[in-house]
């Protein structure tokens, strides 16, 4: 079993930053596959960010390219987010999310992912 807690999370003015960190446990953190999804009222859950087991790799959603960074500390098994130039469309409940299958395959489909936190509330403030 896995346990995955964010935290981190808060209200930010448009153009600040925020980190959040995602601490897991219960498994070989370093052979997985993470990820940053994000759910904004009303909205439909999407995908924000990937990373690969090393940390070498990563994905982003067009909308976040260049403001967002995905890192990791296997050391630690935390995975993440840093937020920069934040953007009142940012505002969301993000979650991290861990890819069992072992693949090394930076997935950007909910059901791809297998255990998932409960998430923390980000507010972006214009």
């Known amino acids: 079993q896995v346990q995955l807690v964010e935290s981190g999370g808060g209200l930010v003015q448009a153009g600040g930053s925020l980190r959040l960190s995602c601490a897991a446990s219960g498994r070989t953190f370093s052979s997985y596959v993470m990820g940053w999804f994000r759910q904004a009222p009303g909205k439909e859950r999407e995908f924000v960010a990937a990373?690969?087991?090393?940390?070498?790799?990563?994905r982003y959603v067009d909308s976040v390219k260049g403001r967002f960074t995905i890192s990791r500390d296997n050391a630690k098994n935390t995975v993440y987010l840093q937020m920069n130039s934040a953007k009142p469309e940012d505002t969301a409940d993000y979650y991290c999310?861990?890819?069992?299958?072992?693949?090394?395959?930076?997935?950007?489909?909910?059901?791809?992912?297998?255990?998932w936190g409960q998430g923390t509330q980000v507010t972006v403030s214009s």
């Open positions: 990373i690969s087991w090393t940390g070498g790799r990563t």
């Open positions: 999310a861990l890819d069992r299958t072992r693949t090394d395959v930076l997935r950007r489909t909910l059901n791809e992912y297998d255990y």
